[in-house]
Structures are given as C-alpha cells and as structure tokens.
C-alpha cells in the first residue's frame, strides 16, 4: 500500500507535504518524496490515529444528565445513579461510546472500567489499548478483599471478551484503603489513578477537612490526615511509580511536579470534563518540560459532553491559555498522538516513522493545512478513514 495524502503529520506535530508512506506487513516500511503523480488520497492529511489516554465508556447513556453541577456534587450524583442501571444499559452504552471514539479518529483508550462490558466494546468496535479494572473500597474498608475478589472476576471478563491487556487499578487516594493502594502498586503492573482532581483531595490530606472529611465521618471510616499533598500520599505508599498514569492532575503543587518527574509517572489531561466540573486548570505545560508524557484524555461524556477529539484539543490549548503557560498546536496534537500512547504503554512504535506500525487516519482537510486551522475547524466528521496496520495488543502484555 502507498499512501501520498496532501501532508503528513510527523513526529512533533510537524506537517509536510510532498511525501508518501509505503506500508507492507503491518508496517511503514519507507517514507519517501511522491513517486507517482496518481494519488487518491488528494484532499486529505495522514496523521497518526488519536489515543484517548483516559476514557470511560461506560457512562455514555448518562451525556447531559450531570450537567451544571460541581466536582464533589457530580461524584456524589454519579455515585447514586451508577447502581440504578442494568448491565444491558451500560453495554450498549459502552458499545456506542466506543464506535464514536472511532469516529473521532481514536484507535487506542485507556479505559477505566467498573462493569464488566468495556472489553467486548473494545472489541467490537476494534479499539485496542488497555482497560484499568477501578477498585473502590470505601464500603468495604474494614474488608477491601470483597471488592478486589469482585474486580478480579470482571477483569477476568473484560480480558477474555477484548483479548486486551487488563489492570486492577485503584480509584483514586481517598476512595481505597491505604493497604489496597499499597497492595495494587506492588504488582509492578501498570496502574491509572486519579489524582488531585479538584483542590478538596488537597484539602483531605493535608488538613482532615472539607467534603471528602465529612464523608468519611458520616460513614464512620477512620482516617488520620497525613498532613501532605494527596500526591504526596500516594508517593509515601509506593504508588507513584513508572507504570502509574495520574489522571487529571489539576492541583498539583511545584513540589508534586516535582516528585511525578523523579518517579516517572504518565499524566492524562481532561480539559472539558475539568472544566465543567470546576477544576483548576492542570499544569500540563510543566509536566512536559519536566519530562512527564501527558496524554489527551476525553474522560467520560457524562461529563466531557460530545466525544469529540477536536474539541479536546481546542479545550487543552484553551485552559493552558487560561492558566498562564500555553501549549501550541503541534503540542496537543502530539499529546492526543504519540504522548498519549506512550502515557498508556502502548508497545507499539506510535509514530510516523520507517520501521513503525501505528494506526493512521486521513484527514479532510478542506484547505487547512496547518494544525492550528485544523483544530480549531475539526470535528469527527472531518476524519475520512482509519487505517489499521497491525493487530490488537495480546491480553498477556503488561
């Protein structure tokens, strides 16, 4: 196969024309100037195909019932209204929300799964990646093993429905008992946590107040404040390691940064779902010149709204601006490209390069052919094909 698409985008987010990919056994075997004057991909633009570093798939049905509420009043809502579902609501939820992340270019998730449906819409709508089993102990903390041994049975599931990789992976600091913290770190395999979401985390460990607090004493769980960041905490527990992916990351302080650099934790950044929920905007400019790998994270739409990988990028460049430490557009694209890869392990090569088997998308440009028009114009119907060059990854990797 010879593609010759009008420009390529190349590692970095550099774009450049005149230039066609040839692809034999699932991989690019040359990149060379045009050969032919006959092209079929005039019009269009080949990219690498997006990696959504942080999904949830299974609350699609639940789009546009959360809306207006706050961080603390959204979790506590969604909280309630998860059990309520039958698990044929949240399979075909599941199912939608994968074939629209297709739509919108994605080829690859990191997926966060409580039910055990995730894996057979992976594999459905051909999305590779990997699936993070959540752990919750909050009403089993005096006996977290009820809820490990239940999550290790839906892994299973997912693991055999998708033929992916699956992770137990704990919720976040404050929803799982310390031990189950320290118990999922030690496997060594890879673990997505969520982390200093909102500035209430930061108010639970370092002073025992604020909502979470109140929480804990109305169900009556013990807990002394430690006294440290909720990053801090975890990095106590052994939890910041190099197969831990921190998601959202909005309240991180200088010396959080600086102790997710030293441990070489991944980073998934969700600006619409932050945004709505209330969130400060996320350093994510200096994760990245600290060497933190930042991936573009499309959360869940019952809070990001629409699956829209266009809409990601314009959110990341707008709360960067807001925030005081802008991203370019060759920034967020490579962050919803190769860094969001590299945040989940993907084993792939995930770059435009010879000798690399990524997947691709060609693109309809319709006369943008640099990045910033074309993030600022794109949706998911701008996406014109997806090109797969090799399989899924085996459920065996970690």
């Known amino acids: 196969m010879i593609l010759r698409p009008d420009a390529l985008v190349l590692p970095g987010g550099r774009v450049e024309s005149g230039l066609e990919v040839c692809i034999a056994d699932g991989r690019i075997e040359r990149i060379r100037p045009w050969s032919g004057a006959t092209r079929e991909e005039t019009d269009l633009l080949l990219s690498l195909a997006f990696v959504n570093a942080h999904s949830h798939l299974e609350y699609y049905d639940l789009m546009g019932q959360l809306d207006g509420l706050s961080y603390w009043d959204w979790i506590q809502s969604i909280t309630e209204m998860k059990p309520k579902r039958t698990i044929e609501t949240v399979q075909l939820a599941a199912i939608l929300a994968a074939r629209r992340n297709v739509r919108t270019g994605v080829a690859a998730v990191g997926e966060i799964s409580d039910w055990p449906v995730s894996g057979r819409a992976m594999k459905r709508s051909g999305l590779s990646g990997r699936v993070f089993q959540e752990v919750i102990t909050l009403k089993e903390y005096e006996t977290p093993g009820q809820k490990l041994a239940l999550a290790r049975e839906r892994a299973r599931k997912n693991a055999d429905e998708s033929g992916l990789p699956v992770h137990l992976s704990a919720h976040a600091a404050y929803s799982v008992t310390a031990q189950t913290l320290r118990d999922i770190s030690r496997t060594g395999e890879p673990n997505s946590i969520h982390v200093s979401e909102s500035v209430i985390e930061n108010q639970f460990f370092l002073r025992g107040e604020g909502p979470i607090a109140e929480m804990y004493d109305r169900a009556g769980l013990p807990f002394e404040p430690p006294g440290c960041t909720c990053a801090a905490y975890l990095d106590s527990l052994g939890a910041l390691h190099k197969k831990t992916q921190i998601v959202h990351a909005c309240d991180l302080t200088p010396e959080d940064i600086s102790i997710a650099a030293e441990r070489g934790v991944t980073a998934a950044h969700c600006p619409r779902s ?12 200096e994760l990245r010149r600290r060497g933190v790998k930042v991936g573009l994270g499309m959360d869940s739409a019952a809070s990001s709204g629409p699956i829209d990988t266009f809409a990601e990028m314009r959110a990341a460049l707008k709360a960067a601006q ?16 190769e860094e969001a890869a590299e945040s989940i392990w993907l084993p792939r090569e995930w770059r435009i390069a010879e000798g690399a088997g990524p997947d691709l998308i060609l693109i309809d440009h319709s006369g943008a052919r640099d990045l910033q028009t074309l993030i600022e114009h794109g949706g998911p119907a701008r996406i014109h094909r997806m090109i797969r060059l090799t399989a899924s990854l085996p459920k065996t990797e970690s």
């Open 322 to 337: 807001e925030r005081g430490d802008p991203l370019t557009p060759q920034d967020v694209w490579t962050m919803a490209t």
């Open 274 to 285: 932050n945004r709505a929920l209330g969130c400060p905007p996320a350093p994510v400019a």
